[in-house]
């Protein structure tokens, strides 16, 4: 059982090197062509281009290890399949059971290793990217407002922007915040710049609700309705150029905790760093649960070539991330039960994984 169990290791093992090397080629040679074009375009010195893809590459290893570990699941067993050797090896009265174990052990294993590289790794290259895009690009206060960030820049304010096209916010909430008193929240459906003068910034924003304090008692709100309001905001005076909030797929898991405890204080909806939170954990755990359903495939299939296997694995893949980016727009429109929301694409995996897996075995 040993040398079967070696055998298999080792086929996996080179066909997940192989296939991550392939996978973090065609991730890098897209981004490839958009550096060349600040280099080109842009002027931008090369040596930040080095740097931006030093902080780009554990990134794109987040995305090409679990797909890699699915890609080497099909070709190893595709491969024996098609060989009958897994065949031989059930006349010889050893279970597919058996035969699959060390692999999902390695991938179990593998997938462990990937939360810190997503909890640490990830999120401090990423921060440092953004900081470096920072440095090279324009000094103007858009560069402040960063969509999916608790942006604290500042005086009295919070605010979560949930996109930005060009110099137009889309859905904006701003929080006012007050240490006696409640929290003040403004929602729009976009909001623009329209004064930049020094560090007094107004924006105006469009169709929203405002929160108003009641005359009779301050300490309570009542809601109105706007379709233009224009708000001054006042730069932090420790605000210097650089220093940039922490995006939630910047922060730790740790931090994220924290920053949940922190912004709860204030009664401020803090659903994106929960979404945040469980669906780090929940990517961490991918190249296990494609290891799953990706063995039960590859008996079926029988076939170890690269063209099939790679076609199963875009397939695998791309319903993974539908999914998972259908639960994180349920998240964060309000929905329920974040935690297990992030993690229904893996759920789906495992479930669709073991039953396919079931019946190979039972053949």
């Known amino acids: 059982m040993r040398i079967i169990r070696n055998y298999v290791l080792g086929e996996f093992i080179k066909q997940f090197l192989l296939s991550m090397l392939v996978f973090t080629f065609v991730l890098v040679t897209g981004n490839l062509i958009k550096l060349a074009d600040l280099v080109i375009n842009k002027g931008i010195n090369i040596l930040y281009i080095g740097l931006f893809f030093l902080y780009m590459l554990p990134y794109l290893l987040s995305f090409s290890i679990p797909m890699a570990a699915l890609a080497g699941t099909l ?28 692999v999902m052990l390695l991938a179990f294993i593998l997938s462990l290793a990937s939360v810190p590289l997503n909890d640490k790794v990830l999120t401090k290259s990423h921060l440092a990217a953004r900081k470096l895009i920072k440095e090279i690009g324009i000094k103007q ?20 922007i949930y996109e930005i096209d060009g ?52 300490r309570n709100f009542y809601k109105l309705n706007f379709k233009t309001y224009t708000i001054s905001l006042n730069l932090k005076k420790d605000q210097i150029p650089g220093k940039i909030d922490k995006k939630p797929k910047e922060m730790t898991l740790a931090e994220i905790k924290e920053e949940i405890i922190a912004l709860g204080n204030y009664n401020i909806d803090v659903m994106p760093l929960r979404a945040e939170f469980h669906k780090r954990i929940a990517i961490s755990f991918a190249s296990f649960v494609f290891v799953l359903i990706g063995l039960p495939l590859a008996v079926r ?56 897996l079931r019946r190979a075995a039972s053949r």
């Not at 206060?141 to 979560?160: R, S, V």
Request: charged residues 15%.
């Open 301 to 356: 299939v029988r076939r170890g070539e690269r063209s099939i296997c790679f076609g199963v694995s875009l397939g695998i893949i791309i319903s993974y991330w539908m999914l998972l980016a259908g639960a994180k727009a349920l998240a964060l429109k309000g929905a329920p039960f974040v935690g297990p929301l992030m993690w229904i694409p893996n759920i789906v995996m495992a479930v669709c994984g073991f039953l396919l």
């Open 75 to 102: 070709f190893t067993f595709g491969r024996l399949a098609s060989d009958n050797e897994i065949d031989a090896m059930h006349a010889n009265g050893i279970s597919l059971y058996r035969i699959i174990s060390p």
């Open 141 to 160: 206060p858009l560069a402040y407002m960063e969509p999916g960030t608790f942006i604290k820049a500042f005086q009295g304010y919070i605010i979560f």
């Open 167 to 218: 110099d137009e916010f889309k859905n904006i909430r701003i929080y006012q915040t007050s240490d006696d008193g409640p929290t003040r929240t403004i929602v729009a459906s976009s909001g623009k710049f329209i004064s930049t003068e020094h560090d007094n910034l107004k924006i105006r924003l469009t169709n929203g609700t405002s929160e108003e304090p009641n005359p009779s008692n301050p």
